[in-house]
């Protein structure tokens, strides 16, 4: 079965950084598609960056400029490197993946238990 691990959150406060990872386990056949998707207070779940096979990565321009994604895909992992923290940043941070595995070849959506980020003075 495919696992999606998450680590890297913490308390922050507001300028600074932190470096979010997670990586994909399984019988991975191959991942397409990997990022971040974040989830507020009050809030419904939202794109913060992804990044597909050949393609430019996907930001949200709530966060462009001060975050930054990158992939390792011989280890299927993706990092978020956040910098230059707001208040407005604090959410629960979970990775996503779009992948087939060795027995489902159809691309299906995967999901981490999430990551959560705390932006404090």
């Known amino acids: 079965q495919v696992r999606i691990v998450e680590s890297g959150g913490g308390l922050v406060q507001p300028g600074g950084s932190l470096r979010l990872s997670c990586a994909a386990s399984g019988s991975i056949y191959r991942i397409y598609t990997m990022g971040w998707y974040r989830q507020g207070p009050g809030k419904e779940r939202e794109l913060v960056a992804t990044q597909t096979l050949m393609s430019p990565a996907n930001v949200a321009e709530s966060v462009e400029g001060r975050f930054t994604i990158s992939r390792d895909n011989a280890k299927n992992a993706v990092y978020l490197q956040m910098n230059n923290l707001k208040f407005e940043d604090m959410a629960v941070y979970y990775c996503?993946?779009?992948?087939?595995?060795?027995?489902?070849?159809?691309?299906?959506?995967?999901w981490g238990q999430g990551t959560l980020v705390t932006v404090s003075s």
């Open positions: 996503y993946a779009r992948l087939a595995t060795a027995f489902i070849r159809e691309p299906q959506d995967y």
